[in-house]
């Protein structure tokens, strides 16, 4: 999993990243020491999804947060932030970088 360290400033933290290791990763209960965010680009081998069914939904974060308990998902931490497009004002932001080289900070 990529992470950044984000501190809450573009979105609400959810990882707790320390040493080089994930520690903690949720997306429900935050607790204040998580200072970084899923960055949104993970990779994983194809065995982690053989538990679960093809034919019915279930959720990436449960997955990636099992890996974590069992020592299972490693991290890599970028240092240029992200520009989220999943929302309206996410895009009016990275359309606005992209015009004129420059992004205010949002928070949704």
């Known amino acids: 999993m990529t992470v950044?360290?984000?501190?809450?400033?573009?979105?609400?933290?959810?990882?707790?990243?320390?040493d080089g290791e994930i520690a903690v990763y949720d997306k429900k209960n935050r607790p204040p020491e998580m200072r970084h965010i899923d960055y949104g680009l993970s990779l994983f081998k194809a065995a982690v999804f053989n538990s679960y069914s093809a034919d019915e939904p279930f959720d990436l974060a449960e997955v990636m947060s099992k890996l974590v308990r069992q020592k299972q998902l490693a991290g890599f931490e970028v240092r240029e932030r992200?520009?989220?497009?999943?929302?309206?004002?996410?895009?009016?932001?990275?359309?606005?970088?992209?015009?004129?080289?420059?992004?205010?900070?949002?928070?949704p």
């Open 4 to 18: 950044y360290r984000n501190e809450g400033r573009y979105d609400t933290s959810n990882v707790v990243f320390h």
């Open 82 to 107: 992200f520009y989220e497009i999943g929302s309206p004002a996410g895009l009016n932001e990275l359309e606005t970088l992209l015009k004129t080289g420059k992004a205010g900070m949002t928070k």
